[in-house]
């Protein structure tokens, strides 16, 4: 749902973010948030929304999400790649299927997952 949003739309989740950090941490306002987030191992908002659509397109790749997903995309062979040997490598880019917005999931999953690199991708 997060998906594509602009920064201007996730400041505000990021804000609610920030201060729970400083609140469980006992921070002043003025002091760094960053350090604040590692110590609590949280990501920021964008960085998580980018997580989960790459965890959903790596659980689509291997075969562990609903069928109303792996309809979303299509594994296969593009640019450079058709070079290599390996199905398993031929098969971890995603091409897109559909384009029913910028924000929608057959979209933008996609161009996160083909933005990993080979190992993340073939990780199991």
Not at 60 to 80: A, E, M, N
């Amino acid at each position: 749902m997060l998906v594509g949003l602009p920064e201007s739309t996730l400041a505000p989740l990021q804000r609610v973010q920030n201060a729970a950090a400083r609140l469980i941490l006992g921070l002043s306002r003025p002091s760094h948030i960053t350090p604040a987030l590692k110590q609590l191992h949280w990501l920021t908002i964008k960085v998580r929304i980018i997580l989960k659509v790459a965890t959903a397109t790596h659980n689509i790749f291997h075969q562990r999400s609903p069928p109303y997903l792996k309809d979303l995309v299509t594994f296969g062979v593009s640019g450079p790649q058709h070079q290599l040997r390996s199905s398993a490598v031929r098969s971890a880019v995603v091409l897109r299927t559909a384009e029913f917005g910028r924000r929608a999931f057959s979209v933008y999953g996609p161009d996160i997952w083909n933005s990993l690199t080979v190992n993340i991708r073939l990780t199991d």
